[in-house]
């Protein structure tokens, strides 16, 4: 019973820890004059990164030894990873489903590549790896 009633608490907390965390950020929008749309493209932003961002500085901060650390480092960096590679394929997956409705007479997928190269290259020269 005692498991119960702190799994009920705990979840009561998360949300009236999510309300007022929503409203902070959408008064600090109006307080900076920042328009509803990207007040609201920040707040998803962020509460989409900090249960990942607070499992890998854990992971990183706490871990007792490398492989203990080196599952925040995956967290980091596996994390964008898959969901860009699962974004790009739902996106392709679309387009490529609705070219008829969109007035596409083919399935080619024309794009923009320069942005997406830039901002890949520069992710990519800040890699570990390399």
Known sequence: MVTVLLFVGSAAAIYFACEFFVNGVEWLGRKLGVGETATGTILAAFGTALPESAVTFVAVVFGRDSAQK???VGAALGGPLVLATISYAVVGFAMLWNHRRLGRAT???????????????WFWSFSPAR
């Open 70 to 72: 080196d599952i925040g």
């Open 107 to 121: 399935h080619a997928i024309e794009c923009e590549s320069k942005p997406l190269r830039r901002d890949q290259a």
